[in-house]
């Protein structure tokens, strides 16, 4: 079983950077794929980015691309998230989540969660 725990939220200005961090519990961090995901008030959960367990291999949503990286620090049980230029439309609670599948984009096919950061872009 994996343990998440997000922090590095909080507000900031449109055109500003944040950095969300997800540290992981378990001797297993290294055996799942981690993703981040995003839910804005009155939307569905969204793919924002993922990693393959390695870190090698790294997947993001359109609209992030370019602006967002995700890496991996097995050895120290984390997944970072650095967001640059951000909008306002990237106000959103933003997840980390644990899974076992490769490259997949669907919430469900993510076995762990944590209990999310809030991010909030002013304009």
């Known amino acids: 079983q994996v343990q998440l725990v997000e922090s590095g939220g909080g507000l900031v200005q449109a055109g500003g950077s944040l950095r969300l961090s997800c540290a992981a519990s378990g001797r297993t961090f290294s055996s799942y794929h981690m993703g981040w995901f995003r839910q804005a008030p009155g939307k569905e959960r969204e793919f924002v980015a993922s990693?393959?367990?390695?870190?090698?291999?790294?997947d993001y949503a359109d609209s992030v691309k370019g602006r967002f990286t995700i890496s991996r620090d097995n050895a120290k049980n984390t997944v970072d998230f650095q967001m640059n230029s951000l909008k306002p439309e990237d106000t959103a609670v933003y997840y980390c989540?644990?899974?076992?599948?490769?490259?997949?984009?669907?919430?469900?096919?993510?076995?762990?969660w944590g209990q999310g950061t809030q991010v909030t872009v002013s304009s």
């Open positions: 989540a644990a899974g076992r599948t490769i490259f997949v984009r669907s919430a469900t096919a993510y076995d762990y």
């Open positions: 990693i393959t367990r390695s870190g090698a291999g790294t």
